[in-house]
């Protein structure tokens, strides 16, 4: 199976500041990289696709680049409602495989 | 609105069997390839299973391969797992994912809130 690492695992952030979470995969994934965020008590919630498609909806201050084995999910100005736990996931082959998390907290 | 509501979580013992289920309702289900996901407590994100809209393609994770089956009744827009001889570390709260394309699977842009499944005696 494909193993997935991110770093940082944790975090503390300010409002405005501009983040960055770091996935790397243990083989190529060409850009086969999703982003999902997870709140506390809540569903995971899709953030983008194929390395750095934005999903419908999500605000643009998500991005994401990347492709290989190295990912970055980037939020430019970080606000309030984005203080959650961050994965990486590869859907490049199976089992579909999760990055570890990262969780952003208020500084 | 898209939606999936999952149930029939709920406290089994290590060797018994539990069968979750998860109700579709505002798309077209038998187009999507559909998924289970679980979340242990305090832990991150595991794929279970995997089936496509036509059921003919089905995968599982190796940590559940031969134990839990996946299916689905299209007709009934509702998608099943069922959990044989659990084990202690399928504790856990169990979602349904959808696919998001009909194309390469394995982007989840559909969630349901979750099923909680403890395994104990």
């Known amino acids: 199976a494909i193993r997935m690492t991110q770093s940082p695992s944790s975090f503390s952030a300010s409002t405005g500041d501009r983040v960055f979470i770091t996935c790397r995969a243990s083989q190529d994934i060409g850009s086969y990289l999703a982003w999902y965020q997870q709140k506390p008590g809540k569903a995971p919630k899709l953030l983008i696709y194929a390395a750095s498609t934005l999903q419908s909806g999500v605000p643009s201050r998500f991005s994401g680049s990347g492709s290989g084995t190295d990912f970055t999910l980037t939020i430019s100005c970080l606000q309030s409602e984005d203080f959650a736990t961050y994965y990486c996931q590869q859907y490049y082959n199976y089992p579909f495989t999760f990055g570890p998390a990262t969780k952003v907290d208020i500084k | 609105e898209v939606q999936l509501v999952e149930s029939g979580g709920g406290l089994v013992q290590p060797g018994g069997s539990l069968r979750l289920s998860c109700a579709a309702s505002g798309f077209s289900f038998s187009s999507y390839h559909m998924n289970w996901v679980r979340q242990a407590p305090g832990q991150g994100l595991e794929w279970v299973s995997y089936?496509?809209?036509?059921?003919?393609?089905?995968y599982y994770a190796d940590s559940v391969k031969g134990r839990f089956t996946i299916s689905r009744d299209n007709a009934e827009n509702s998608l099943y797992l069922q959990m044989d001889s659990p084990r202690d570390e399928d504790t856990a709260m169990y979602y349904c994912?959808?696919?998001?394309?009909?194309?390469?699977?394995?982007?989840?842009?559909?969630w349901g809130q979750g099923a909680l499944v403890t395994v104990a005696s």
């Open positions: 994912a959808r696919d998001r394309s009909s194309g390469w699977p394995g982007v989840f842009d559909i």
């Open positions: 089936i496509s809209s036509s059921s003919l393609t089905i």
